[in-house]
Structure formats: C-alpha cells, structure tokens
C-alpha cells in the first residue's frame, strides 16, 4: 500500500515560516524523486519545489527561490519544506508526490499523491 502523509500546514502571519513534512511508506522511498506542488483556490495545481532520489537534482519554483529549502531523510522515508519568509500568495493546499524517474515539476508526471495540508498565510 502507497501512502503519503503531508503534515505541518497551518495558519501564520506573512514574513513567518512553517516547515511542511511529507511521510512515505508503501515503497522504495529512496529510488523515488519526490516533490511538493500546491493548489490555490481556483487556480491550477502548480510544481513548487522537487528533489531526485540522489539529491543530485533539486528543482525551485521562481515565485519561492531564496525562501523555501526542499530536503528528504531516506532514512526515515520523509520528504520535507521549509517555508521562511511566507508571503499571502503562498496560501493553497501542498502536496507531496512521488515519481520513480523524474523530478520534474509537472504535475502530470508523478505516479503517487497525498492528501494534501492547508498553508494560509495572513498579511
């Protein structure tokens, strides 16, 4: 059984920090590359951040270079986003996803999802 679990969404003022994490089981975590995409209302859902399974291929967003740092822990099958310096159009629901080829921010690519987490941010 696949499965992601997204944690750490929440509310914060803007110029604040959250940092997401993204649980894996069900497979080779590690022979994956993973990647956080997002979802604001009404918009369509857009690739974020995203790692290769080696680390030797990392992927930022323009709109989030410089305030957010993607990092994954094979060990403990975890992918993670640190989020500083939170701006009101960071607001959407994240999600984690999984693909065994590419790490590539469309969204279309990735074989595995999970539930999402809720990041708002007030100004």
């Known amino acids: 059984e696949v499965q992601l679990v997204e944690s750490g969404g929440g509310l914060v003022q803007a110029g604040g920090s959250l940092r997401l994490s993204c649980a894996a089981s069900?497979?080779?975590?590690?022979?994956?590359?993973i990647g956080w995409f997002r979802q604001a209302p009404g918009k369509e859902r857009e690739g974020v951040s995203s790692?290769?399974?080696?680390?030797?291929?990392?992927y930022y967003a323009d709109s989030v270079k410089g305030r957010f740092t993607i990092s994954r822990d094979n060990a403990k099958n975890t992918l993670y986003l640190q989020m500083n310096s939170l701006k009101p159009e960071d607001t959407a629901v994240y999600y984690c996803?999984?693909?065994?080829?590419?790490?590539?921010?469309?969204?279309?690519?990735?074989?595995?999802w999970g539930q999402g987490t809720q990041v708002t941010i007030s100004s």
């Open positions: 996803a999984a693909d065994p080829v590419n790490y590539l921010p469309d969204p279309g690519v990735y074989d595995y």
């Open positions: 069900g497979f080779t975590f590690d022979d994956y590359a």
């Open positions: 790692i290769s399974n080696t680390d030797a291929g990392i």
